[in-house]
Nanobody
Framework: QVQLVESGGGLVQAGASLRLSCSAS????????MGWFRQAPGKERELVAA???????NYADSVKGRFTISRDNAKITVYLQMNNLKPEETAVYYC????????????????WGEGTQVTVAT
């Protein structure tokens, strides 16, 4: 069982940076693949970035070069560093965990956080 709690969201101006954190419970955190998803009003939830248990990362094309996902297994935390944010990236950002990166990419997620709101003003 894994419980996830996101933090770090807020209101920023376009071009600003934010770092989201996702703190997890559970002694088996290190074996899980993790992902950050986002859902904007009226849109479907989409995968933003994912990281395997071994540290391999994948990104949506729209965020490559601007967002960085990382994990600290000792702190049982996964991060999403977001730079040069755009207004269209206003959304609720969710942390997710599952057993494999493939399942994260497929959206077949066993564990979700509650989400944190990111609002990017023009």
């Amino acid at each position: 069982q894994v419980q996830l709690v996101e933090s770090g969201g807020g209101l920023v101006q376009a071009g600003a940076s934010l770092r989201l954190s996702c703190s997890a419970s559970g002694r088996t955190f290190s074996v899980y693949a993790m992902g950050w998803f986002r859902q904007a009003p009226g849109k479907e939830r989409e995968l933003v970035a994912a990281i395997s248990s071994g540290g391999s990362t994948n990104y949506a094309d729209s965020v490559k070069g601007r967002f960085t996902i990382s994990r600290d297994n000792a702190k049982i935390t996964v991060y999403l560093q977001m730079n040069n944010l755009k207004p269209e990236e206003t959304a609720v950002y969710y942390c997710a965990a599952d057993t494999t990166l493939r399942r994260v990419h497929a959206g077949a997620i066993n564990y979700w956080g509650e989400g944190t709101q990111v609002t990017v003003a023009t």
